[in-house]
């Protein structure tokens, strides 16, 4: 079973963009988030989700917000100057969880690098 369950903070705003599916387009919604790792260490995760929640998570959540993921682990592919490069992302549903926290990005985990 693949299943992924995940709470974190996004560590960016999300970009929505649209994507052509069997002749239709449907809306699609990329973030990164990251997570508390065993050691302390952030761990950072690339998250979508798709149609009217994409949308939403475009209009409401900014880069702090805190949320949860439910969904599965996926490994994609890319080429970018002629180099394949694989990794994992996450593809399914985002709830909502807390709004911004006071002070600005202050208690957020760094880009990472």
Known sequence: MNSL???GRLTKDPEL??????GDSRSVCDMRIAVD?????????DIATWGKQAEAC???L??????AFTGELMLR???????KRSFY?????????????????ADQPGEEA
Do not use: C, I, M, W
């Open 5 to 7: 369950n995940l709470v």
């Open 17 to 22: 963009r649209e994507v052509n599916v069997g």
């Open 37 to 45: 790792g065993r050691r302390g260490d952030p761990l950072y995760l």
């Open 58 to 60: 475009a209009e409401h």
């Open 62 to 67: 900014t880069k702090g917000r805190q949320v």
């Open 77 to 83: 592919q890319s080429e970018k100057d002629g180099e």
């Open 89 to 105: 992302s996450g593809v399914g549903h985002v709830e909502f969880l807390s709004g911004k926290p006071a002070g600005g990005d």
